[in-house]
Protein backbone atom coordinates (compact mmCIF):
# COMPACT_ATOMS: atom_id res chain seq x y z
CA UNK A 1 0.00 0.00 0.00
CA UNK A 2 2.55 2.31 0.85
CA UNK A 3 4.40 2.17 -2.79
CA UNK A 4 1.02 3.52 -4.44
CA UNK A 5 1.11 6.18 -2.19
CA UNK A 6 2.28 8.97 -4.69
CA UNK A 7 1.22 7.36 -7.56
CA UNK A 8 -0.11 9.30 -10.50
CA UNK A 9 -3.54 8.30 -12.25
CA UNK A 10 -3.04 6.82 -15.84
CA UNK A 11 -5.79 7.71 -18.17
CA UNK A 12 -5.31 5.22 -21.32
CA UNK A 13 -7.09 6.93 -24.24
CA UNK A 14 -7.38 4.73 -27.34
CA UNK A 15 -7.91 5.64 -31.12
CA UNK A 16 -8.21 2.30 -32.70
CA UNK A 17 -9.14 3.09 -36.07
CA UNK A 18 -7.48 5.57 -37.80
CA UNK A 19 -4.00 5.94 -39.25
CA UNK A 20 -4.28 9.43 -40.89
CA UNK A 21 -5.95 12.78 -40.12
CA UNK A 22 -9.65 11.54 -39.88
CA UNK A 23 -11.49 13.52 -36.77
CA UNK A 24 -7.54 14.70 -35.62
CA UNK A 25 -8.90 17.93 -35.07
CA UNK A 26 -11.91 16.76 -32.86
CA UNK A 27 -9.36 14.39 -31.21
CA UNK A 28 -6.72 16.90 -30.92
CA UNK A 29 -9.28 19.24 -28.60
CA UNK A 30 -10.37 16.43 -26.30
CA UNK A 31 -6.98 15.56 -25.80
CA UNK A 32 -6.53 19.26 -24.76
CA UNK A 33 -9.45 19.04 -22.58
CA UNK A 34 -8.53 15.94 -21.18
CA UNK A 35 -4.72 17.08 -19.72
CA UNK A 36 -6.83 20.67 -18.85
CA UNK A 37 -9.57 19.07 -16.75
CA UNK A 38 -7.53 16.29 -15.39
CA UNK A 39 -4.26 18.37 -14.23
CA UNK A 40 -3.79 15.36 -11.80
CA UNK A 41 -3.39 12.32 -14.25
CA UNK A 42 -1.08 11.56 -16.71
CA UNK A 43 -2.76 10.77 -20.16
CA UNK A 44 -1.82 8.07 -22.83
CA UNK A 45 -2.39 8.44 -26.10
CA UNK A 46 -2.67 4.74 -27.87
CA UNK A 47 -2.97 5.42 -31.74
CA UNK A 48 -1.53 4.72 -34.95
CA UNK A 49 1.76 7.20 -35.54
CA UNK A 50 -0.06 8.80 -38.57
CA UNK A 51 -2.95 9.49 -36.81
CA UNK A 52 -0.68 11.28 -33.81
CA UNK A 53 1.02 12.91 -35.95
CA UNK A 54 -2.27 14.79 -37.80
CA UNK A 55 -2.95 15.51 -33.73
CA UNK A 56 0.03 17.26 -33.24
CA UNK A 57 0.19 18.80 -36.30
CA UNK A 58 -3.69 20.58 -35.03
CA UNK A 59 -2.25 21.01 -31.91
CA UNK A 60 1.86 20.83 -31.20
CA UNK A 61 2.24 21.34 -27.72
CA UNK A 62 0.46 18.22 -26.70
CA UNK A 63 3.44 16.13 -27.48
CA UNK A 64 5.12 17.37 -24.43
CA UNK A 65 1.15 17.39 -22.08
CA UNK A 66 0.73 13.22 -23.00
CA UNK A 67 2.48 10.22 -23.61
CA UNK A 68 2.19 8.06 -27.00
CA UNK A 69 1.91 4.54 -27.41
CA UNK A 70 1.86 3.53 -31.27
CA UNK A 71 -0.45 0.85 -32.67
CA UNK A 72 -1.04 -0.50 -35.67
CA UNK A 73 -4.83 -0.30 -36.92
CA UNK A 74 -7.06 -3.07 -39.10
CA UNK A 75 -8.69 -2.67 -42.13
CA UNK A 76 -12.58 -1.11 -41.71
CA UNK A 77 -15.11 -3.15 -43.47
CA UNK A 78 -17.38 -5.82 -41.70
CA UNK A 79 -17.92 -7.31 -38.51
CA UNK A 80 -15.28 -9.32 -37.89
CA UNK A 81 -14.21 -11.29 -34.86
CA UNK A 82 -10.59 -10.79 -35.66
CA UNK A 83 -11.17 -7.16 -35.13
CA UNK A 84 -13.06 -8.05 -31.43
CA UNK A 85 -9.64 -10.18 -30.41
CA UNK A 86 -7.60 -7.01 -31.69
CA UNK A 87 -9.23 -4.23 -29.76
CA UNK A 88 -9.27 -6.62 -27.06
CA UNK A 89 -5.87 -7.48 -26.75
CA UNK A 90 -4.95 -3.47 -27.69
CA UNK A 91 -7.25 -2.50 -24.65
CA UNK A 92 -5.31 -5.25 -22.13
CA UNK A 93 -1.62 -4.78 -22.88
CA UNK A 94 -2.01 -0.98 -22.98
CA UNK A 95 -3.57 -0.88 -19.74
CA UNK A 96 -1.78 -3.10 -18.11
CA UNK A 97 1.30 -1.70 -19.41
CA UNK A 98 0.65 1.90 -18.39
CA UNK A 99 -1.67 0.91 -15.18
CA UNK A 100 -4.13 2.72 -16.78
CA UNK A 101 -6.96 4.04 -13.81
CA UNK A 102 -9.47 4.55 -16.68
CA UNK A 103 -9.63 3.93 -20.49
CA UNK A 104 -11.53 6.32 -23.02
CA UNK A 105 -12.30 5.12 -26.18
CA UNK A 106 -12.30 8.09 -28.80
CA UNK A 107 -14.00 5.57 -31.59
CA UNK A 108 -15.87 2.19 -31.86
CA UNK A 109 -17.90 -0.12 -33.93
CA UNK A 110 -19.48 -3.18 -32.38
CA UNK A 111 -16.25 -5.53 -32.23
CA UNK A 112 -14.92 -2.41 -30.27
CA UNK A 113 -17.58 -2.05 -27.53
CA UNK A 114 -17.61 -6.02 -26.93
CA UNK A 115 -14.13 -5.71 -26.55
CA UNK A 116 -14.65 -2.98 -23.43
CA UNK A 117 -17.17 -5.76 -22.05
CA UNK A 118 -14.42 -8.31 -22.10
CA UNK A 119 -12.23 -5.77 -20.53
CA UNK A 120 -14.55 -4.73 -18.03
CA UNK A 121 -15.29 -8.42 -16.77
CA UNK A 122 -11.95 -9.14 -16.36
CA UNK A 123 -10.68 -5.74 -15.08
CA UNK A 124 -13.37 -4.43 -13.16
CA UNK A 125 -12.58 -1.71 -11.23
CA UNK A 126 -10.87 0.31 -14.34
CA UNK A 127 -14.05 2.65 -15.66
CA UNK A 128 -14.47 2.92 -19.63
CA UNK A 129 -15.72 5.11 -20.98
CA UNK A 130 -17.04 5.09 -25.29
CA UNK A 131 -17.55 7.93 -27.20
CA UNK A 132 -20.16 7.39 -29.91
CA UNK A 133 -19.61 9.59 -32.72
CA UNK A 134 -22.44 8.32 -35.71
CA UNK A 135 -22.35 5.12 -34.18
CA UNK A 136 -25.95 5.50 -32.51
CA UNK A 137 -27.33 6.11 -36.08
CA UNK A 138 -26.20 2.43 -36.91
CA UNK A 139 -28.37 1.24 -34.20
CA UNK A 140 -31.64 2.32 -35.34
CA UNK A 141 -34.03 1.02 -38.14
CA UNK A 142 -32.97 -2.17 -40.07
CA UNK A 143 -31.18 -5.17 -38.80
CA UNK A 144 -30.95 -8.31 -40.01
CA UNK A 145 -32.86 -11.02 -39.40
CA UNK A 146 -30.08 -13.82 -39.26
CA UNK A 147 -29.33 -13.73 -35.57
CA UNK A 148 -26.12 -14.60 -35.85
CA UNK A 149 -25.44 -11.51 -37.20
CA UNK A 150 -28.06 -9.40 -34.97
CA UNK A 151 -25.83 -10.79 -31.26
CA UNK A 152 -23.24 -8.85 -32.67
CA UNK A 153 -24.50 -5.77 -34.33
CA UNK A 154 -24.10 -1.94 -32.82
CA UNK A 155 -27.77 -2.49 -31.02
CA UNK A 156 -26.09 -5.65 -29.37
CA UNK A 157 -23.06 -4.30 -28.71
CA UNK A 158 -24.48 -0.91 -27.19
CA UNK A 159 -26.74 -3.03 -24.71
CA UNK A 160 -23.85 -5.65 -23.98
CA UNK A 161 -21.23 -2.32 -22.89
CA UNK A 162 -24.18 -0.99 -21.08
CA UNK A 163 -24.79 -4.07 -18.95
CA UNK A 164 -20.99 -4.76 -18.22
CA UNK A 165 -21.10 -0.82 -17.02
CA UNK A 166 -19.24 0.60 -20.06
CA UNK A 167 -20.14 4.51 -19.76
CA UNK A 168 -21.17 6.60 -23.34
CA UNK A 169 -20.19 10.21 -24.59
CA UNK A 170 -22.52 11.61 -26.96
CA UNK A 171 -21.30 14.92 -28.39
CA UNK A 172 -24.66 17.03 -28.20
CA UNK A 173 -27.44 17.35 -25.92
CA UNK A 174 -30.21 16.67 -28.01
CA UNK A 175 -28.35 13.41 -29.13
CA UNK A 176 -28.47 12.21 -25.73
CA UNK A 177 -32.19 13.02 -25.55
CA UNK A 178 -33.21 11.88 -29.16
CA UNK A 179 -31.07 8.05 -27.61
CA UNK A 180 -33.04 7.91 -24.39
CA UNK A 181 -36.44 8.30 -26.41
CA UNK A 182 -35.29 5.72 -28.54
CA UNK A 183 -34.34 2.87 -25.57
CA UNK A 184 -30.98 2.94 -27.25
CA UNK A 185 -29.13 4.58 -23.68
CA UNK A 186 -30.31 4.91 -20.04
CA UNK A 187 -29.92 8.66 -19.20
CA UNK A 188 -27.51 7.86 -16.17
CA UNK A 189 -25.17 5.95 -18.33
CA UNK A 190 -24.55 8.87 -20.78
CA UNK A 191 -22.50 12.03 -20.53
CA UNK A 192 -22.60 15.16 -23.34
CA UNK A 193 -19.01 16.44 -24.76
CA UNK A 194 -20.17 19.11 -27.09
CA UNK A 195 -18.27 18.61 -30.26
CA UNK A 196 -15.28 20.95 -30.07
CA UNK A 197 -13.97 24.00 -31.83
CA UNK A 198 -10.32 24.43 -31.72
CA UNK A 199 -8.35 27.22 -31.18
CA UNK A 200 -5.76 27.04 -33.57
CA UNK A 201 -8.22 26.93 -36.03
CA UNK A 202 -10.18 30.09 -35.07
CA UNK A 203 -10.32 33.13 -37.04
CA UNK A 204 -9.33 36.00 -34.45
CA UNK A 205 -11.18 39.25 -36.45
CA UNK A 206 -14.49 38.89 -38.03
CA UNK A 207 -13.95 38.90 -42.12
CA UNK A 208 -15.65 41.70 -44.04
CA UNK A 209 -18.48 40.40 -46.68
CA UNK A 210 -17.32 40.62 -50.06
CA UNK A 211 -18.49 43.85 -51.72
CA UNK A 212 -19.83 42.82 -54.87
CA UNK A 213 -20.14 38.78 -55.27
CA UNK A 214 -20.87 36.17 -52.56
CA UNK A 215 -19.12 32.80 -52.49
CA UNK A 216 -21.60 30.70 -51.02
CA UNK A 217 -19.52 26.94 -49.39
CA UNK A 218 -20.66 23.36 -49.58
CA UNK A 219 -18.50 21.97 -46.17
CA UNK A 220 -17.10 18.54 -46.74
CA UNK A 221 -17.91 15.39 -49.05
CA UNK A 222 -20.68 16.35 -51.39
CA UNK A 223 -23.21 13.22 -50.68
CA UNK A 224 -26.89 13.11 -49.73
CA UNK A 225 -27.43 12.70 -46.19
CA UNK A 226 -25.00 16.18 -46.17
CA UNK A 227 -27.83 17.95 -48.27
CA UNK A 228 -26.04 17.73 -51.31
CA UNK A 229 -28.64 17.83 -53.33
CA UNK A 230 -30.50 20.63 -51.73
CA UNK A 231 -26.80 22.42 -52.69
CA UNK A 232 -27.51 22.08 -56.49
CA UNK A 233 -31.30 22.98 -56.24
CA UNK A 234 -29.93 26.24 -55.07
CA UNK A 235 -27.78 26.50 -57.89
CA UNK A 236 -30.26 25.59 -60.23
CA UNK A 237 -32.03 28.01 -58.71
CA UNK A 238 -29.70 30.74 -58.87
CA UNK A 239 -29.12 29.86 -62.75
CA UNK A 240 -33.19 30.71 -63.25
CA UNK A 241 -33.01 33.77 -62.14
CA UNK A 242 -29.88 34.91 -63.63
CA UNK A 243 -27.85 35.64 -59.87
CA UNK A 244 -24.78 35.60 -61.39
CA UNK A 245 -23.26 37.30 -58.75
CA UNK A 246 -23.11 34.02 -56.45
CA UNK A 247 -20.16 31.74 -56.47
CA UNK A 248 -20.60 28.17 -55.89
CA UNK A 249 -17.61 26.32 -54.01
CA UNK A 250 -17.51 22.61 -52.88
CA UNK A 251 -15.03 22.49 -50.03
CA UNK A 252 -14.67 18.37 -50.27
CA UNK A 253 -14.31 15.51 -52.34
CA UNK A 254 -17.71 14.00 -54.31
CA UNK A 255 -18.56 11.13 -52.33
CA UNK A 256 -20.79 9.68 -55.23
CA UNK A 257 -20.35 9.12 -58.86
CA UNK A 258 -24.02 10.60 -59.59
CA UNK A 259 -22.96 14.08 -58.55
CA UNK A 260 -20.49 14.17 -61.59
CA UNK A 261 -19.72 16.02 -63.69
CA UNK A 262 -20.39 18.87 -61.35
CA UNK A 263 -22.30 22.29 -62.84
CA UNK A 264 -19.72 24.54 -64.69
CA UNK A 265 -20.62 27.02 -61.86
CA UNK A 266 -19.08 24.42 -58.63
CA UNK A 267 -15.84 24.97 -57.96
CA UNK A 268 -14.06 22.13 -55.72
CA UNK A 269 -11.42 23.82 -53.94
CA UNK A 270 -8.29 20.92 -54.38
CA UNK A 271 -6.12 19.35 -51.99
CA UNK A 272 -8.76 19.22 -49.45
CA UNK A 273 -7.67 16.17 -47.94
CA UNK A 274 -4.95 18.26 -45.91
CA UNK A 275 -6.71 19.93 -43.18
CA UNK A 276 -4.95 23.36 -43.32
CA UNK A 277 -6.22 23.18 -47.43
CA UNK A 278 -9.73 22.51 -46.09
CA UNK A 279 -9.75 25.49 -43.41
CA UNK A 280 -8.26 28.05 -46.12
CA UNK A 281 -11.35 27.26 -48.44
CA UNK A 282 -13.78 27.92 -45.96
CA UNK A 283 -11.90 30.68 -45.04
CA UNK A 284 -12.48 32.06 -48.52
CA UNK A 285 -15.92 32.15 -48.18
CA UNK A 286 -18.51 34.01 -47.23
CA UNK A 287 -21.77 31.95 -45.92
CA UNK A 288 -21.34 28.00 -45.70
CA UNK A 289 -24.42 25.86 -46.19
CA UNK A 290 -25.74 24.04 -44.01
CA UNK A 291 -28.64 20.95 -44.81
CA UNK A 292 -28.78 18.93 -41.84
CA UNK A 293 -32.19 16.70 -42.10
CA UNK A 294 -33.93 15.11 -39.44
CA UNK A 295 -33.47 11.97 -39.70
CA UNK A 296 -29.58 11.69 -40.77
CA UNK A 297 -28.57 14.28 -37.83
CA UNK A 298 -30.76 13.24 -34.94
CA UNK A 299 -27.86 10.89 -33.72
CA UNK A 300 -25.25 12.46 -35.31
CA UNK A 301 -23.24 15.67 -35.03
CA UNK A 302 -22.01 18.33 -37.59
CA UNK A 303 -18.46 18.87 -37.98
CA UNK A 304 -19.85 21.35 -40.59
CA UNK A 305 -21.40 23.54 -37.36
CA UNK A 306 -17.81 24.11 -35.72
CA UNK A 307 -15.89 24.62 -38.76
CA UNK A 308 -18.28 27.42 -39.66
CA UNK A 309 -17.85 28.34 -35.70
CA UNK A 310 -14.27 28.03 -35.84
CA UNK A 311 -13.95 30.51 -39.42
CA UNK A 312 -16.71 32.78 -38.33
CA UNK A 313 -19.27 32.49 -41.67
CA UNK A 314 -22.57 32.48 -41.16
CA UNK A 315 -24.45 29.82 -42.51
CA UNK A 316 -27.90 29.45 -45.00
CA UNK A 317 -29.72 26.71 -45.00
CA UNK A 318 -32.50 24.97 -43.16
CA UNK A 319 -34.08 24.76 -39.99
CA UNK A 320 -33.65 21.42 -38.09
CA UNK A 321 -33.18 19.84 -34.80
CA UNK A 322 -29.79 20.15 -34.99
CA UNK A 323 -29.60 23.77 -36.15
CA UNK A 324 -31.72 24.47 -33.76
CA UNK A 325 -30.07 22.64 -30.89
CA UNK A 326 -26.60 23.14 -31.53
CA UNK A 327 -27.14 27.32 -32.41
CA UNK A 328 -29.06 27.63 -29.51
CA UNK A 329 -30.82 30.75 -30.36
CA UNK A 330 -28.08 32.49 -31.49
CA UNK A 331 -28.73 34.92 -34.60
CA UNK A 332 -26.04 33.09 -36.75
CA UNK A 333 -27.37 33.16 -40.52
CA UNK A 334 -30.44 32.32 -42.63
CA UNK A 335 -32.33 29.53 -41.20
CA UNK A 336 -35.12 28.96 -43.44
CA UNK A 337 -38.12 26.64 -42.36
CA UNK A 338 -38.78 25.45 -46.35
CA UNK A 339 -37.47 24.87 -49.48
CA UNK A 340 -38.83 27.82 -51.03
CA UNK A 341 -38.41 30.06 -48.56
CA UNK A 342 -34.34 28.95 -48.79
CA UNK A 343 -35.09 29.58 -52.83
CA UNK A 344 -36.16 32.86 -52.35
CA UNK A 345 -33.57 33.85 -49.71
CA UNK A 346 -30.61 32.70 -52.65
CA UNK A 347 -32.19 35.27 -54.84
CA UNK A 348 -32.38 38.50 -52.80
CA UNK A 349 -29.27 39.85 -53.16
CA UNK A 350 -30.66 43.08 -50.40
CA UNK A 351 -30.55 40.12 -47.39
CA UNK A 352 -27.17 38.64 -48.32
CA UNK A 353 -25.36 41.80 -48.59
CA UNK A 354 -26.48 43.27 -45.68
CA UNK A 355 -23.26 44.28 -43.99
CA UNK A 356 -24.87 44.82 -40.55
CA UNK A 357 -26.95 41.88 -40.43
CA UNK A 358 -23.57 39.56 -41.44
CA UNK A 359 -21.96 41.40 -38.59
CA UNK A 360 -24.78 40.34 -36.05
CA UNK A 361 -24.28 36.85 -37.09
CA UNK A 362 -20.83 36.47 -36.54
CA UNK A 363 -21.34 37.83 -32.70
CA UNK A 364 -23.50 35.00 -32.62
CA UNK A 365 -20.89 32.93 -33.79
CA UNK A 366 -18.49 34.31 -31.29
CA UNK A 367 -20.83 33.79 -28.48
CA UNK A 368 -21.35 30.08 -29.61
CA UNK A 369 -17.66 28.90 -29.95
CA UNK A 370 -16.42 30.00 -26.43
CA UNK A 371 -18.66 27.86 -25.11
CA UNK A 372 -16.99 24.98 -27.28
CA UNK A 373 -13.03 25.71 -26.37
CA UNK A 374 -11.19 23.13 -24.83
CA UNK A 375 -10.73 25.79 -22.10
CA UNK A 376 -14.44 25.49 -21.34
CA UNK A 377 -14.67 21.64 -22.03
CA UNK A 378 -12.02 20.87 -19.14
CA UNK A 379 -14.84 20.81 -16.44
CA UNK A 380 -16.54 18.15 -18.35
CA UNK A 381 -13.44 16.31 -18.38
CA UNK A 382 -12.83 16.01 -14.68
CA UNK A 383 -16.51 15.15 -14.24
CA UNK A 384 -17.06 12.54 -16.82
CA UNK A 385 -13.53 11.02 -17.30
CA UNK A 386 -14.29 8.49 -13.43
CA UNK A 387 -10.54 6.97 -12.19
CA UNK A 388 -10.25 3.79 -10.28
CA UNK A 389 -10.67 3.61 -6.70
CA UNK A 390 -7.85 2.44 -4.73
CA UNK A 391 -4.05 0.79 -6.32
Known sequence: MTANLGRVPTILVVQPFYADLTHASVNACFLKAMVLGRPDARIVFAAHPGHYAAVLAVVPELANMMDHRPIEVMPQGGIRYERFQYHRRLLMQHADATDASSVVCLAIVPET???????????????????LHGDLSSAIGWRSKDPRRRLFDHRAAIRAAAMAGVRFVVLEHYIKRT???????????????????LDAEFVDACPALSPDRLRLGFLGFAKRQKGFDIFLDLVATADR????????????????????????????????????????????????????????????????????????????????????EMFDGQPVGYLCDTMDALRTLITNRAALFDAARYRTFQDGLLALRRGRRATELAHLMAGTIRLRKGP
Open 241 to 324: HQADWIDFVLIGGIAEARYEPLPSRVSVVPGVDERANFIAGVRAVDYATLFLDDHTYRLTSSGTVVDALAALRPVIGLQTLATR
Open 179 to 197: AVQLGLIRDAQCDVWPLPV
Open 113 to 131: LFACVSFRLSRPAIPVLAI
